[in-house]
């Protein structure tokens, strides 16, 4: 069963940083994709990021606009977790943040179910 654990919310001031983590099992970790997604009140879940697997030669690590330059996203294979590391944090970033296994960036399926996800709040 696929399965992702979400961890490393929290409140932080604005311009501030956090690192989620993504830890993952029941696939093979190396032959898929992860992305971040956010939901914030009142809003639909949308994408944030994502990572594609590791041998992949055709997909791309992808950003949403609004983070880029701020977030970065990394995998370690070896622990089968991916990482989203977010500085200079604005009170707009506030959300519930989920990741989600998925054949290649960019696709809209995600394989196996969402996580509990995890809350992350900037304060200004």
């Known amino acids: 069963e696929v399965q992702v654990v979400e961890s490393g919310g929290g409140l932080v001031q604005a311009g501030g940083s956090l690192r989620l983590s993504c830890a993952a099992s029941?696939?093979?970790?190396?032959?898929?994709?992860i992305g971040w997604f956010r939901q914030a009140p009142g809003k639909e879940r949308g994408g944030v990021s994502c990572i594609p697997s590791s041998d992949s030669v055709d997909d791309s690590t992808t950003y949403t606009d609004s983070v880029k330059g701020r977030f970065t996203i990394s995998r370690d294979n070896a622990k089968n977790t991916v990482y989203l590391q977010m500085n200079n944090l604005k009170p707009e970033d506030t959300a519930v943040y989920y990741c989600?296994?998925?054949?290649?960036?960019?696709?809209?399926?995600?394989?196996?179910?969402w996580g509990q996800g995890t809350q992350v709040t900037v304060s200004s």
């Open positions: 029941g696939f093979t970790f190396d032959d898929f994709a």
């Open positions: 989600a296994v998925q054949p290649r960036c960019g696709s809209s399926l995600i394989v196996g179910s």
